[in-house]
T-cell receptor
Framework: GQNIDQPTEMTATEGAIVQINCTYQTSGFNGLFWYQQHAGEAPTFLSYNVLDGLEEKGRFSSFLSRSKGYSYLLLKELQMKDSASYLC???????????FGAGTTVTVRA | DVKVTQSSRYLVKRTGEKVFLECVQDMDHENMFWYRQDPGLGLRLIYFSYDVKMKEKGDIPEGYSVSREKKERFSLILESASTNQTSMYLCATGTSSLSEQYFGPGTRLTVT
């Protein structure tokens, strides 16, 4: 099976920066996804990395290093509405499905 | 916008009952997925379908079956519900180009 690890919880202050790490050990690699999920709601797509490097999208950025099996999601200028669970997911070649980590719950405090 | 709907947001069933969860999408996506989500375990794939009448087992198919008679509709069936199937069930869809998956709002099922 696929192994995807991310921290369980993180807490940060409004306006600060938080970095959520994700490491993976999978049978091949064909893309890494980050999703945001607010309590009681469906996950929504945030970012997709398939090549090494940083992808920036507004206050959110995602980084990938395929050689290290490592990604991070960077949330800048944190807002209260960023309090949510963040899910890391990996796709392997020739497979339709995504393998998800357990998710990181981020709590933003005033 | 992609729209994925699920038949119920909350459902309470008794042990041994047959349970149907239905998912409908309006974007003509080939792939549809059923996950369950439990605290500390993340999303785990139960079954997926890449075409009408086609299905494949995911990581935890035991105790579940699925049906895909039409492209837009994917049903998850619990033949005889058990308390360990109390969970949040999420449906998702995606295209054959393997882009991101789109999720429905989820069904929180409680089996008593």
């Amino acid at each position: 099976g696929q192994n995807i690890d991310q921290p369980t919880e993180m807490t940060a202050t409004e306006g600060a920066i938080v970095q959520i790490n994700c490491t993976y050990q999978t049978s091949g690699f064909n893309g890494l996804f980050w999703y945001q999920q607010h309590a009681g709601e469906a996950p929504t797509f945030l970012s997709y990395n398939v090549l090494d490097g940083l992808e920036e999208k507004g206050r959110f950025s995602s980084f990938l290093s395929r050689s290290k099996g490592y990604s991070y999601l960077l949330l800048k200028e944190l807002q209260m509405k960023d309090s949510a669970s963040y899910l890391c997911a990996v796709r392997v070649p020739n497979d339709y499905k995504l393998s998800f980590g357990a998710g990181t719950t981020v709590t933003v405090r005033a | 916008d992609v729209k994925v709907t699920q038949s119920s947001r909350y459902l309470v069933k008794r042990t041994g009952e047959k349970v149907f969860l239905e998912c409908v999408q309006d974007m003509d996506h080939e792939n549809m997925f059923w996950y369950r989500q439990d605290p500390g375990l993340g999303l785990r794939l139960i079954y997926f379908s890449y075409d009408v009448k086609m299905k494949e087992k995911g990581d935890i198919p035991e105790g579940y079956s699925v049906s895909r008679e039409k492209k837009e509709r994917f049903s998850l069936i619990l033949e005889s519900a058990s308390t360990n199937q109390t969970s949040m069930y999420l449906c998702a869809t995606g295209t054959s180009s393997l882009s991101e998956q789109y999720f429905g709002p989820g069904t929180r099922l409680t089996v008593t």
